[in-house]
């Protein structure tokens, strides 16, 4: 049997890591479909709008609509007009969200923790190098890679 391909493995590694961490954010009203990095990328900038929140979290609109709408539904964001634009939505963490910032990024910490437990420092650098660099050959419009 041949080896499964790179872009196999990292298909099969993706899928995984979202069904493990659905289940580790689901006692927190944190759905699955990648609930964790609006609420991440909303925390880190407070009124970012929503068509800026897709283009940062690279999902297409309406999968950002929708986990939005959970997200509010779930008391971790407040969407308010934009007073430039009508049409457009702020995002702003609630106090709920605020408060379980670090609950979230030791879930997080400790699961990538779990998917580097079996390399070395150097290996986990090695990687991180590598897969930033096969990013950016795919997304040359990539400009934040401190995920």
């Given amino acids: 049997m041949r080896p499964y391909t790179v872009g196999r493995l990292m298909s099969l590694i993706n899928r995984i890591s979202q069904r493990e961490l659905a289940e580790k954010l689901k006692p927190h009203d944190i759905g699955s479909g990648g609930q964790h990095s609006y609420l991440r990328a ?10 800026k929140l897709t283009n940062v979290v690279k999902f297409d609109k309406a999968t950002t609509t929708r986990c939005i709408r959970q997200l509010e539904e779930a008391g971790y964001v407040t969407r308010t007009v934009d007073e430039q634009d009508r049409r457009s939505y702020r995002l702003f963490p609630t106090e709920r969200a605020i408060s379980f910032e670090p609950t979230l990024q030791a879930i997080l910490d400790d699961y990538n923790r779990l998917l580097t437990a079996r390399l070395t420092a150097d290996e986990i650098e090695t990687l991180q190098a590598l897969l930033q660099k096969m990013y950016l050959g795919l997304d040359t419009s990539a400009l934040n890679l401190d995920e």
């Fill in 42 to 51: 909303i925390l880190a900038t407070p009124g970012m709008n929503q068509d």
